[in-house]
């Protein structure tokens, strides 16, 4: 092995030391040192470039565009999440919370991909497990290698002899390559096995895939040094505790980073669900008091949620306030805006909020159906069946437009809602008519009340 040289650096302000220090001295952060590489021998690194290595501008106009071939995933809600199939010599990264199902999905690509060569290479995982976890998703290929190993030497060694079209990696914080000498996950060794991956990729243009374990604090583990390298992050994300599983691109060099995947967990591996807002729902054969429906924009797909409320009476003192999936400090200020603003006495009454389907959402205009939802337990009368909100609540109890309302209105109507209340602002260029479904405008709390409890 070359001998190569290292020194720390100090991850947040860049100072650098010959040894490994505990406080830096310049930015005074604790714990954020981590050894790089500073020579690779086997590399030429005098500096100078050789001439005809030298790139010179060109005219934007002038660059031929080649016309880049993707290639499909055989999984809709991947390719499209991809922005339409897998680049060649893309970087993915792909991140969750360990148990979440990241092993499954990419091995159901991997076995999924029929006709092209597959390389999934686990640190974590022997060939029985992996044969065991193909046996569960129950789909044959013949194509698809797998390889047990760690060492980044190893596995080029092995690309080199078995040429593969797609490399999966699973996972990065298991990786170790022989020129640092820290442990496998610590920031250098993720960053340099990242770094000889992304090269890798682009070199051979093979699309490759790496799997990446996500910190408690939900950051990709590594501070964030592989979210720059990568061309496409996606996460994915839910409860453990339910069947629903998330898929996002929060960066994606090749598509938009709007779009959302919905997979559900089986004995068989994750099956995709193509209309999500009918299992969001649930289906009662007589309405409830505290269920109330949000016409919701997760990126750039439509989506009905059920929001669940119960207010009670605080049995102590201090009213008690808690939110499942939804943003608990904005349900603070929504029960301040019911307070102070139409005079709901809700400051000695405890408040839970539940999104039904276990899914976090952070779109503000699902903000009305909060409220009604708020209500409608307080009052202990419920909300028609088919009626749908769309609207952000504002400080002064105003009913504030959303993005995407036709949208929105269109898969209301869709899944069959009579009525959905929108903001009075939301009207510009919309035309009510040419939809079955009832639009009803509103501009303050007080209306919504008015209407739907009279
Ligand atoms: P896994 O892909 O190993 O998670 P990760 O790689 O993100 O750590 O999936 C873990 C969970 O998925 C595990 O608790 C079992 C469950 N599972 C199923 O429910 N059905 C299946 O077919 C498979 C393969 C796993
Ligand atoms: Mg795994």
Redesign the pocket.
């Known amino acids: 092995m070359a001998k190569t040289k290292s020194t720390f650096f100090c991850q947040s302000c860049g100072y650098q030391s010959a040894k490994w220090l505990g406080k830096c001295p310049s930015c005074n952060e604790w714990n954020t040192f981590a050894e790089e590489i500073l020579v690779k021998e086997t590399k030429n690194n005098s500096g100078s470039v050789s001439p005809n290595k030298v790139r010179k501008p060109q005219l934007i106009n002038e660059v031929t565009l080649q016309n880049e071939q993707r290639f499909s995933t055989r999984d809709a809600e991947l390719d499209r999440i991809l922005g339409g199939g897998i680049v060649p010599g893309s970087l993915v990264l792909f991140g969750?919370?360990?148990?979440?199902?990241?092993?499954?999905?990419m091995?159901q690509l991997a076995l999924q991909a029929q006709g092209v060569k597959i390389l999934y290479v686990s640190g974590?995982e022997s060939e029985q497990q992996i044969r065991m976890?193909a046996e569960?998703?129950g789909i044959q290929n013949h194509t698809c290698f797998i390889l047990s190993e760690t060492n980044t030497q190893h596995i080029f060694k092995q690309i080199e002899q078995n040429q593969p079209d797609l490399l999966i990696i699973?996972?990065i914080q298991t990786l170790h390559t022989g020129f640092i000498e820290s442990s496998p996950g610590s920031v250098s060794q993720v960053r340099e096995c990242a770094a000889e991956l992304m090269r890798f990729a682009k070199e051979s243009a093979t699309p490759v895939f790496i799997?990446g374990?996500i910190t408690k604090d939900g950051s990709l583990a590594g501070p964030k040094v592989l979210e720059h390298m990568v061309d496409t992050v996606l996460q994915?994300e839910g409860d453990?505790n339910y069947v629903y599983r998330l898929l996002r691109t929060t960066k994606n060099r090749f598509g938009s980073t709007n779009e959302l995947g919905i997979y559900e967990?089986?004995?068989?591996?994750?099956r995709a669900v193509s209309n999500p807002s009918e299992i969001l729902i649930t289906h009662r054969d007589a309405p409830t008091s505290g269920v109330a429906i949000a016409a919701s924009m997760e990126g750039l797909r439509p989506m009905l949620i059920e929001i669940q409320s119960l207010v009670s009476s605080a049995a102590y003192g201090t009213p008690q306030r808690a939110a499942t999936g939804f943003d608990l400090r904005r349900l603070n200020m929504l029960l301040a805006v019911l307070e102070k603003r139409c005079g709901f006495r809700l400051g000695i009454k405890d408040v839970f909020l539940n999104i039904a389907g276990g899914i976090k959402v952070e779109d503000p205009g699902i903000d009305l159906a909060v409220v009604c939802a708020v209500l409608s337990s307080n009052e202990d009368l419920y909300i028609p069946q088919d009626t749908c909100f769309a609207a952000e609540v504002g400080l002064t109890g105003e009913i504030r437009p959303v993005n995407r309302i036709e949208q929105r209105i269109g898969e209301a109507e869709k899944l069959g809602f009579k009525r959905i209340f929108i903001s009075s602002y939301n009207t510009k260029g919309l035309d009510i008519n040419k939809y079955k479904i009832k639009v009803i405008h509103v501009a303050k709390i007080e209306e919504v009340f008015s209407l739907l409890f009279g």
């Open positions: 969750g919370e360990p148990g979440i199902g990241k092993s499954t999905l091995l974590e976890r569960r998703i699973d996972s799997i374990h994915f453990r967990m089986r004995g068989t591996g994750l």
